[in-house]
């Protein structure tokens, strides 16, 4: 059974810093495009980031760009998102994704392209 968790949400503080996990089971996720989503309450699911499958490639939200680093560690099956200098507009239910195998399409932001998602973790940014 293929899973993605997530972990590493939670409360931060205006300009703090968090640091989301996603910790694939069930196959290897070697070589898939993985990505990250957010849904604030009332609001669509958007795209935050994306990265291939060797990590020599990244996609990133404007909303986002210059403050969230997505990173991969193949040999842990796990995606990291580092994000700082958080503000409350980042508050939003975040989730990690993982396309089909052997694409290269980290530049697609459409969550349809998208096969495989976790639960989500949320992420609150006090004022």
């Known amino acids: 059974q293929v899973q993605l968790v997530e972990s590493g949400g939670g409360l931060v503080q205006t300009g703090g810093s968090l640091t989301l996990s996603c910790a694939g089971s069930?196959?290897?996720?070697?070589?898939?495009?993985m990505g990250w989503f957010r849904q604030a309450p009332g609001q669509e699911r958007e795209f935050v980031a994306a990265?291939?499958?060797?990590?020599?490639?990244?996609n990133y939200a404007d909303s986002v760009k210059g403050r969230v680093t997505i990173s991969r560690d193949n040999a842990k099956n796990t995606m990291y998102l580092q994000m700082n200098s958080l503000k409350p507009e980042d508050t939003a239910v975040y989730y990690c994704a993982a396309q089909p195998p052997y694409r290269n399409t980290y530049y697609d932001t459409r969550s349809e392209t998208y096969i495989h998602w976790g639960q989500g973790t949320q992420v609150t940014v006090s004022s």
């Open positions: 069930g196959q290897s996720f070697g070589n898939t495009v």
């Open positions: 990265i291939n499958w060797n990590g020599g490639n990244t």
